[in-house]
């Protein structure tokens, strides 16, 4: 409550969050927006999978806090956008708990896992989240926008962020105008009980099935191919990779997955992002279009197998 009425002033060292190197920018722009800079933000590193580090994690906390830093939040990810990452939630949490942080899980691309029997312990521990980010517009299929953020104790919003608005009248349900940043708003929720009610559990979890599927393929021709390479094994739908062809100056392989990515779209109107990620460009592939098939997938290999041998 101090930090409600009287903003930052009276604290007696910088407040900070711990998030992984490859988290969402999404966390800097709050960071602004929450009027602690981005330099709040201190970064952790992740490990080749792309995951956060929990040795270095712990020592980040402890370097803060000797350093007369405030420490209140860790932000775990659950689908990183290049790499599609899943953090080790259940061993952060126990981290956030030794500490006495919150502990934020940014599942706006991996939370549709929950609605998978098979593949929901991906998100194993995210259940002790004090708050977690979910976006249906990405792995649920509906139409942007439809972003929601979900709280354990919804209390907290009330004691903590609610300003009442005058000229509404009491009710006995949260008034979103009055406990988040955004005032009026569309019916967004509509869209997504409308997306529940046609499509239905059994459809999202057949749906992720099938996106999880064609993965494991793509994968498997990367794999097959010399001259390519991933970045990691995701854990979502989600593929990032890049040509690496030896007969290619190392300085150039930048360039040559720029032509890569051009050629596909210009050759077979498929389109990969071409992401900057440890310091290099690489191509990042989302598998969820329901209409791609294994078929299409190999055919796309095929392409890059001719612009390879064009050299």
Known sequence: M???????FGL???????????????LHKAAMLLGLGTSSIIPVKSSSDSKMDLDDLKKKISQAKNEGKIPFAIAATAGTTVTGSIDPIRSIADTA????????????????????EAYRDKLNGIEMADSITFNPQK????????????FKNRGVLETDFRISAPYMNETDFANLGEISVQ?????????????????????YRELLHES???????????????????????????????????????AQ???????????????E???????????????????????ISNTLIQRVFEKIDEFYEQG
């Open 183 to 203: 005032g009026t708003r569309h019916a967004d929720i509509l869209k997504l009980y409308l997306s529940l009610q046609h499509i239905g559990l059994k459809g």
């Open 253 to 267: 392989w930048d360039h040559w997955n720029l032509e890569l990515q051009q050629f596909l779209l210009n050759e």
């Open 12 to 26: 007696t060292g910088q407040p900070v969050i711990f998030a992984s190197d490859v988290s969402h920018t999404s």
């Open 2 to 8: 101090k930090v409600k009425e009287s903003g930052l």
């Open 212 to 250: 999880l599927a064609l993965k494991d393929e793509f994968i498997k021709q990367v794999k097959q191919r010399h001259y390519l390479e991933l970045s990691g094994e995701p854990d979502t739908n989600v593929v990032c990779f890049r040509g690496v062809p030896h007969d290619v100056d190392e």
């Open 139 to 150: 792995w649920m299929y509906v139409a942007k926008t439809c972003a929601m953020v979900l």
């Open 97 to 116: 708990k030794e500490n006495g942080l919150w502990l934020h899980v940014d599942a706006a691309y991996g939370g549709a896992l929950i609605f998978s």
């Open 269 to 291: 109107n498929i389109f990969f992002s071409l992401p900057a990620f440890r310091g290099s460009r690489w191509l990042r592939a989302v598998l969820l279009n329901p209409f």
